[in-house]
């Protein structure tokens, strides 16, 4: 059984989780001024559009920041010490909060090309990780 935390699926993130549990990656893209995004939502952050589609994602980009946690983030986390929390520059330009997989966080660098790594934590949850590309 899984004990941590688990996201919220709602009608607007939905088909977000049902592609990452086909191992696809899909970003909102606004057809008014053609930028990505993440998180899913009803808006585009950028020009306010609501002129919005699914698109795959490469699933590619580079490590815009990080940080290595070295305590539990609570009981449930016990375990995992040290990860990489980072976020993520996809290359359509998105950025995404994710862990960075590595058995070595000391080698971790901003800029470092990463590629997606899917995670399925539960039936029907899967999470986006990224690794070293």
Not at 78 to 99: F, I
């Amino acid at each position: 059984m899984y004990e941590k935390p688990l996201p919220v699926v709602d009608p607007e993130s939905a088909p977000y989780w049902a592609a990452l549990k086909e191992r696809r990656l899909i970003l909102k893209r606004c057809r008014d001024c053609g930028r990505h995004h993440f998180y899913p939502r009803a808006l585009c952050p950028h020009c306010h559009s609501d002129a919005l589609e699914w698109s795959d994602a490469r699933g590619t980009g580079s490590i815009y920041s990080y940080t290595v946690a070295r305590r539990p983030a609570g009981p449930a986390f016990k375990a995992d010490p040290p990860y990489v929390v980072a976020v993520v520059e996809l290359d359509e330009g998105a950025r995404m909060m994710t862990n960075i997989v590595t058995d070595d966080v000391e080698s971790v660098r901003i800029g470092q090309r990463v590629a997606v790594a899917f995670e399925a934590v539960t039936d029907e949850i899967t999470l986006p990780k990224f690794k070293a590309a």
